[in-house]
C-alpha cells in the first residue's frame, strides 16, 4: 500500500523544528504524528499526537515506534543509516535509506550529483596531509576544505588559500575522511525546495534567495534576483536530482549563482524540507511541510505558485525575545520553534512577510 489516507499515522525521526512544522501541516490534513527523538521536551512534541524518547540505536523502542505508524520520514539528515535500514524494513521509509546514506558523505553525494549530470565545485578526497596537497595542487586555491560527514552551517569547514593554510585545516578535519573542494565566485546562493510523490510527480517551489551571516541563514526572498532563464535551469537541475535519486517528499537543492557567467552549481542538498523553504508557510499556495505530507502519503501534490513577493527572516538566539515588534507588525507572520534556551546563533523562531499587491 503506498497511499496513506488522512487519519493515519506518520512517524518522525528527529524532533526539531522541522519536525514540529511537518506535525502541524500533517494535522491540517488529519494525520497524527508519532515523534522520535533522543532528547526530552524536543520542540515537535508539543505538537504532536504522540511522541517516543529513545535513542536512534535503541532498536526495541524504534520497532514498537515503526509498529505504531502507517509510514516513516525524518527530519534531520544525521539520522544514524542503521536506524533507517532498521525501520525501513518494517514500514516505508520516506526519503528512503539511498537519499538518506548519499547525503550524509559530501563525497558520494557530489559524485552523485555529477553522475547524474548535475555541475558541483570541483572536489578531491583527502585525509592525511600528503592526500591534501594532492588535492591542493588538483584544485588549485583559493578551496574549501570540508569534513565529509556531520558539517552543517558552516561547521567542519576551513578556508584554504595557501600552502600556510594546512595545519588549520587538519586541526579541523582531525584526518577523518574530507573534501578539499574548488572556492566558487558566486554573487548569489539560491535553493530551490522540490518534492516528488511515490507516483513520481514532481513540483518545484519559485527559486529562493539565501544570505548567509556566520554561515546560518539569515534571509530568504523570493523571487530571487536571477533571470527568467535562470530560475527554469534551477528548477530542471533539482528535478533532475530528484528524479535520480527516486526520491520521495521534499528536499532542499542549495546552488551558487554567478551573474556574469550565467553559471550555476549545485553546493549541497538537504533531504528533507528546509530552512529556506519556510517562506511557503504563508507565501506559496502549498507550505512545504504540506507538501511533504502530501508527497510521502501518496497524495497528489499541492501547487508551488508564490502569493507575491515574500521575505523571511529567521530568528536566532536573543532575537526571538523581540517577539512584540513583529506581532505588532500587520504584514508580519511570527513562528516561535518552543525552544526554552535562546542560545547564541540557535534557530529559535522566523518571521515571513508577504507582499501580495
Ligand atoms: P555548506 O556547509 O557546504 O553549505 O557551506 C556553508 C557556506 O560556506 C555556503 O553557504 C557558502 O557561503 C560557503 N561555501 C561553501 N562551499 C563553498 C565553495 N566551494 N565556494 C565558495 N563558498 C563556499
Known amino acids: 500500500m503506498t497511499k496513506i489516507q488522512p487519519g493515519g499515522t506518520i512517524g518522525i525521526l528527529g524532533g526539531g523544528q522541522l519536525g514540529r512544522m511537518i506535525a502541524l501541516a500533517a494535522a491540517n490534513l488529519g494525520y497524527k504524528c508519532h515523534i522520535f527523538c533522543p532528547e526530552e521536551n524536543s520542540p515537535a512534541f508539543h505538537v504532536a499526537y504522540t511522541h517516543t524518547v529513545a535513542d536512534y540505536t ?3 523502542a524504534l520497532k514498537a515506534f515503526a509498529e505504531s505508524v502507517d509510514v516513516i520520514t525524518y527530519e534531520f539528515e544525521n539520522i544514524p543509516a542503521e536506524t533507517a535500514e532498521f525501520v525501513a524494513k518494517i514500514k516505508p521509509l520516506r526519503p528512503g535509506v539511498q537519499a538518506l546514506s548519499l547525503t550524509q558523505d559530501r563525497l558520494t553525494e557530489k559524485e552523485f550529483l555529477n553522475d547524474a549530470g548535475v555541475q558541483t565545485a570541483p ?7 600528503e592526500e591534501l596537497l594532492a ?8 578551496a574549501v576544505a570540508k569534513t565529509r560527514r556531520f558539517g552543517y552551517d558552516g561547521k567542519g569547514q576551513a578556508m584554504v588559500k595557501s600552502k600556510l593554510d594546512f595545519d588549520d585545516v587538519l586541526a579541523v578535519t582531525k584526518g577523518t575522511p574530507a573534501i578539499l573542494e574548488g572556492f566558487v565566485q558566486f554573487d548569489r546562493e539560491v535553493s530551490v525546495i522540490v518534492a516528488r510523490s511515490v507516483s513520481g510527480d514532481v513540483a518545484a517551489f519559485p527559486v529562493g534567495e539565501n544570505v548567509h551571516t556566520n554561515h546560518i541563514l539569515d534571509t530568504t526572498t523570493i523571487p530571487a534576483n536571477v ?5 527554469a535551469t534551477a528548477k530542471v537541475m533539482a528535478t533532475k536530482v530528484a528524479n535520480a535519486l527516486d526520491y520521495v517528499g521534499v528536499m532542499a537543492v542549495e546552488m551558487f549563482v554567478n551573474d556574469d557567467s550565467g553559471e550555476i552549481v549545485v553546493n549541497e542538498i538537504a ?26 502519503c501518496d497524495l497528489p501534490l499541492g501547487q508551488t505558485a508564490a502569493r507575491g513577493k515574500v521575505l523571511m527572516k529567521n530568528l536566532l538566539g536573543k532575537d526571538i525575545l523581540e517577539h512584540e515588534k513583529y506581532l505588532d507588525d500587520p504584514k508580519a507572520s511570527y513562528h516561535h520553534y518552543g525552544k526554552q534556551e535562546p542560545r547564541e546563533g ?7 512577510w508577504v507582499d501580495s499587491e
Do not use: C
Not at 506559496?284 to 508527497?295: D, I, L
Open 271 to 296: 533531504p528533507r524540507v528546509h530552512n529556506s523553504g519556510h517562506w511557503t508557510i504563508e507565501g506559496a499556495e502549498t507550505s512545504q511541510f504540506e507538501q511533504h505530507v502530501r508527497a510521502i
Open 227 to 231: 533571470s527568467e532563464r535562470l530560475e
Open 58 to 60: 535503541d532498536q526495541d
Open 135 to 142: 588535492a591542493y595542487k588538483k584544485i588549485g586555491h583559493p
Open 123 to 129: 572536489f578531491m578526497a583527502f585525509e592525511t596531509e
Open 346 to 352: 540557535r534557530k529559535m523562531g522566523h518571521v515571513t
